[in-house]
């Protein structure tokens, strides 16, 4: 257990649907980060918040839109998928002070089926 | 731009003994940290160890300890006593600073341990 929880672990959906992914982490962290894990590609980073400011939108197609209502919540909402976008979503969370930085802690994923 | 290079995409190591991932870096800016995570086949990420680019020791962690070459921009890991618990994919990451936010991470590394 790291503190950062994403829901749902699993999810299936069609090309047409609307489907949203959500991250949660209540360790204090001021940054949240969108990670895509593919079989044959490296860690992938979509997206990245920093006080709820989008601070990186690594050329991410729109049919990923990511919301950040808080320091706390970290939404990824998902629509007209393609089968290509089947992968494992990671969230994660870290924070930066004046002391310094700290490791990024992960969710355990959500495994996500473009059918 | 910032990247990370893991060359072993596969390593093996029998129960007991001692194994050396490697993994190189790239980045412009003087202060950073590197980090190797693990992946076991439950898909959490756990950190393994950190080590921050300002301090010339390396940092160690019971069996898992790190051999950083700051000039040369390596950092590997070496696994001591390794255990079958210790099979997962390692990564090698990067932060560096600039108010970006990224972690950038390598393509993996496969560790299996032979009984």
């Known amino acids: 257990e790291t503190g950062v929880t994403q829901t749902p672990r699993h999810l299936v959906m069609g090309m047409t649907n609307k489907k949203s992914l959500k991250c949660e982490q209540h360790l204090g962290h001021n940054a949240m980060y969108w990670y895509k894990q593919s079989a044959k590609k490296p860690l992938e980073l979509m997206f990245v918040?920093?006080?709820?400011?989008?601070?990186e939108n690594n050329s991410v197609p729109s049919r990923f839109s990511p919301e950040c209502p808080n320091s706390s919540h970290l939404f990824l909402h998902l629509h007209t998928l393609q089968p290509e976008d089947s992968a494992l979503y990671l969230c994660?969370?870290?924070?930066?002070?004046?002391?310094?930085?700290?490791?990024?802690?992960f969710g355990q994923g959500t495994r996500l089926t473009v059918v | 731009a910032q990247t990370v290079t893991q060359s072993q995409p596969e390593m093996s190591v029998q129960e007991a003994e001692t194994v050396t991932l490697s993994c190189t870096y790239d980045?412009?800016?003087?202060?950073?940290?590197l980090f190797w995570y693990k992946q076991p086949p439950s898909r959490q990420m756990i950190l393994v160890i950190r080590q921050e680019a300002y301090k010339q020791q390396n940092a160690t962690e019971n069996r898992f300890s790190v051999n950083f070459q700051k000039a040369a921009k390596s950092f590997s890991l070496k696994i001591s006593d390794s255990q079958l618990g210790d099979a997962a994919m390692y990564f090698c990451a990067l932060y560096s600073g600039a108010g970006s936010y990224q972690l950038t991470f390598g393509k993996g590394t496969k560790l299996s341990v032979i009984p």
């Open positions: 994660a969370s870290s924070r930066l002070s004046g002391q310094g930085y700290t490791e990024a802690f």
């Open positions: 980045t412009s800016e003087s202060d950073y940290y």
């Open positions: 918040y920093n006080f709820k400011e989008q601070t």
